[in-house]
């Protein structure tokens, strides 16, 4: 099942870095969007991605622009169908219904999509269409970004899968990782319960004498995470797309799972959002830039304990808290917080294999390539030391989540040794390439 070209419905920011890497790697493309003006603004926006003159030059000539009303039967022509309109469920559903009888067989579909499960997209549509689609979950920006999570549904050939997983990873340069058909797949599923449940678990770290700075300084280089730290990343993303989330994650999730403690915002935060103060896309969220009067700017923070802007203080962690192992461990604010938020999204991710990955690997792979983890939660319980964490939830009267229980079932100390990691059955395997 060769991909040589592609159509791609929906021009957006995901939909047009789509067609712009396809076109880059020498494939054809056809880029549709609801009319002309919005096909124009798709070509520019895929042209915009060009690495130099040459590039930009190959896409000119691979890609063209159309309308889905003029140009939607053109896709017969094309390998693979990718639709990346909006993340709206019926509009996915009405737009596989119009385009399903017009593909030819044998070409391979995708929708691509951050967290609506593949089952509720392709329920009740034809058997040919949910033999052949699975969920391609490109990270933004598409050109930047190594992960692509794959999602097979439950009657998708593998033949499918395997082409598409081969021509991203070896055409377009991709780290795959394969997802189960799950909310969130894998990496926004721990990606996000870290964001939404930190605004939470915060608040009693802020009530305890840690400033915003130190919380961010905390989930940050210590352990191993993007300097950003929690406050600075959701400004990067923005709160409007973060209550999306966690709205799409209350009605999904299963009844039991911790997540849905933390779907909604804290109070401060759900007014910052009703106001429109989300984040760098309007001009400041928790943090802002200020020019001054002598031409010079100043860092601000919006301290979510008094709901007013402050200048920032630069926060100084001590040395005893500078590794991963020292900081979850420590008896002092500092500590209790990093194993309150970071521990627990460790823990959290710990019972979730098998039911949105088949192995640590994968959940190691889509934190480390689309969240920028330095160690994925498995590598990083290893670093902590699983024994160590074993013994505080036992002591504690905490059950065990399910990889944890494998591990201490199997008698071993870590979840990788000597290029293996430590499957759901106890049995170590060599890592895949």
Not at 62 to 81: F, K, S
Not at 284 to 300: P, Q, T
Not at 334 to 363: H, S
Request: glycine share 10%.
């Amino acid at each position: 099942m060769d991909i040589n070209s592609v159509a791609v419905i929906g021009g957006g920011t995901m939909g047009s870095g789509i067609a712009a890497a396809c076109a880059a790697a020498g494939r054809r493309v056809l880029l549709l969007e609801v009319d002309a003006a919005a096909a124009a603004a798709a070509w520019d926006r895929a042209l915009a991605t060009a690495a130099g003159e040459d590039e930009r030059a190959r896409m000119t000539e691979l890609i063209r622009c159309g309308t889905v009303a003029a140009n939607l039967t053109e896709i017969a022509g094309y390998d693979w169908i990718c639709e990346a309109v909006a993340e709206d469920l019926e509009a996915k559903r009405r737009l596989f219904a119009e385009l399903e009888p017009l593909r030819r067989d044998g070409s391979v579909v995708s929708t691509n999509t951050s967290g609506i499960p593949l089952r509720a997209i392709t329920a009740g549509m034809p058997a040919r269409l949910r033999r052949d689609i699975v969920v391609t979950h490109f990270f933004n920006p598409v050109r930047v970004m190594r992960l692509l999570e794959i999602v097979a549904g439950e009657d998708t050939r593998p033949e499918v899968r395997d082409a598409l997983a081969g021509f991203c990873r070896d055409v377009l340069g991709k780290g795959i990782v394969h997802a189960k058909d799950t909310v969130n797949f894998i990496g926004n599923r721990i990606g996000c319960f870290w964001m939404l449940s930190g605004l939470h678990k915060a608040k009693t770290a802020l009530a305890q004498g840690l400033s915003m700075e130190r919380v961010d300084a905390l989930m940050g280089l210590p352990v191993g995470l993007p300097s950003t730290g929690l406050y600075g990343l959701i400004d990067l993303i923005g709160l409007d797309v973060m209550d999306f989330v966690g709205k799409n994650l209350e009605i999904n999730l299963p009844p039991a799972d911790p997540g849905r403690a933390f779907t909604s915002f804290p109070a401060v935060e759900q007014a910052m959002l009703d106001r429109g103060q989300l984040g760098r896309k309007s001009g400041g969220g928790f943090y802002r830039m200020v020019k001054l009067a002598d031409g010079g700017k100043r860092k601000e923070v919006f301290d979510v304990r008094t709901e007013a802007w402050r200048a920032v203080e630069p926060a100084v962690l001590a040395d005893s808290h500078a590794d991963s192992q020292s900081l979850f461990l420590a008896d002092d604010a500092e500590g209790r917080f990093t194993f309150d938020l970071m521990g627990g999204t460790l823990l959290y991710a710990a019972d979730l294999v098998g039911e949105i990955a088949d192995d640590i690997v994968n959940v190691d792979r889509a934190m480390r390539w689309g969240f920028a983890w330095k160690r994925g939660p498995f590598e990083l319980l290893d670093a902590v030391g699983p024994a160590r964490l074993i013994e505080r939830l036992l002591k504690d009267g905490h059950p065990l989540p399910h990889m944890l229980a494998v591990l201490r079932a199997a008698g071993v100390e870590s979840f990788y040794r000597d290029g293996e990691f430590l499957g759901l059955d106890g049995v170590y395997r060599p890592v895949p390439v």
